[in-house]
């Protein structure tokens, strides 16, 4: 049995993807050892990433108020969840933001709109706010904006948008059963047009809605297909008030055989470990750093996650570090502790009291 891992591992590191049976396995095998399997992903995670794992940060630019209808989502017209409705932050809150987000050491801040998608005017004005970041800070700028024309992706390549993100989210087949106002086709088109205007495409899915295995598969191998290079791998947050909730079908394990598929059908590919991470991994969330190169930390869209120093002490009690930005802080680390490299010292003035 230890040849197929072994033997994924090999075809990861020569940028091949698993059969679509062996997919299938990984993700329901009930032979499939678990640390074997995170050691496979490993190999290609550790040729094209080492043991960096980049921190993102997320920021809600503008929330609720869409008239979309994705049963996951609590900012949906078809929600009931109690989340507070903004239109888009005023440009200075947006830049505080992005500031806080640089000094605390992540490597990209994250902009998210609700909504369907920009219209021209809108997007200009995001233009305005991605040169003002670029300028101010040293961090990438990733922006989630809903369906976007290629008319709109040149604005906003122009600008210097490093990533548009928009996830697939399912496979097409199970997409009309989480949303009935666009398409998978939709989703798929705007991936391509910022491709095509230059700007890096990020796109994964959501696990946990009702979908099958081969489901998930296929979300995969069309990821890999569409050449994208950043893949974010959420867990459903079940949310009360929203249509779809968590289907039951969340483990540990099962999210960590999730992680393990995405990163050997995507060898080369940033697999993130994004919503959920917390509340599904629970004990077992240092793991998703063997699959896993990126992370979000305090927080996704409408609900919160780990504080930044718990996650960065995760990071490298596990013995991976953080990418990138040398000003990320020193994580305390537990009452009366601090770090220093990778030493616990009493804090000096608790040395005293004791
Ligand atoms: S996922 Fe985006 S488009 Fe869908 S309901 Fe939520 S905010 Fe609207």
């Known amino acids: 049995m230890f040849e197929t891992y072994a033997a994924l591992a090999e075809r990861a590191l020569q940028g091949e993807p ?25 190999a290609p995670r550790e040729r094209h990433f080492g043991r960096r794992v980049m921190v993102h940060v997320l920021n809600n630019v503008q929330n609720g108020l869409c008239p979309e209808d994705c049963g996951y989502c609590s900012q949906s017209r078809d929600s009931d969840a109690p989340i507070r409705k903004y239109a888009m932050k005023p440009d200075e ?4 933001e992005a500031e806080a987000a640089a000094r605390a050491g992540a490597s990209r801040y994250c902009m998210v709109l609700s909504g369907r998608g920009p219209s021209v005017a809108a997007t200009r004005r995001l233009a305005e706010v991605i040169r003002g970041v670029k300028e101010r800070f040293p961090i990438e700028v990733c922006l989630s904006v809903g369906l ?33 106002t666009h398409s998978y086709e939709d989703r798929v088109r705007t991936l391509v047009a910022a491709k095509k205007c230059g700007i890096e495409p990020c796109s994964g899915l959501i696990i946990g809605m009702g979908e099958e295995s081969r489901d998930i598969v296929e979300v995969g191998f069309h990821l ?7 893949i ?23 999210c960590l055989r999730a992680l393990c598929l995405m990163r050997l059908i995507n060898p080369a590919a940033e697999i993130r470990v994004a919503g959920g991470r917390e509340g599904h991994l629970r004990h077992l969330d240092a793991l998703s750093l063997w699959p896993a190169n990126s992370l979000f930390v305090e927080g996704y869209l409408t609900t ?7 996650t960065y002490r995760m990071i490298r009690d596990a013995g991976f570090e953080v990418e990138g930005n040398p000003a990320s802080p020193t994580p305390e680390i537990g009452a009366g502790f601090r770090l220093d490299g990778d030493r616990a010292l009493l804090k000096p003035d608790v040395a005293r009291d004791a």
């Open 18 to 42: 698993p059969s679509e049976r062996d997919a299938l396995w990984i993700l329901d095998g009930e032979d499939v050892a678990l640390l074997p399997l995170l050691q496979a992903a490993f």
């Open 93 to 96: 809150e947006i830049f505080a």
């Open 148 to 180: 976007v024309e290629e008319e709109h992706a040149r604005i906003l390549a122009e600008a210097g948008l490093d990533r548009l993100n928009h996830n697939l989210n399912t496979s097409a087949s199970h997409y009309p059963d989480i949303c009935s």
């Open 224 to 230: 890999r297909e569409l050449e994208v290079p950043s």
């Open 232 to 254: 974010p791998v959420n867990f459903l947050i079940p949310i009360e008030g929203n249509p779809v909730t968590d289907d039951g079908s969340l483990t540990p394990e099962r």
């Open 304 to 310: 919160r996650g780990d504080a930044i120093d718990d």
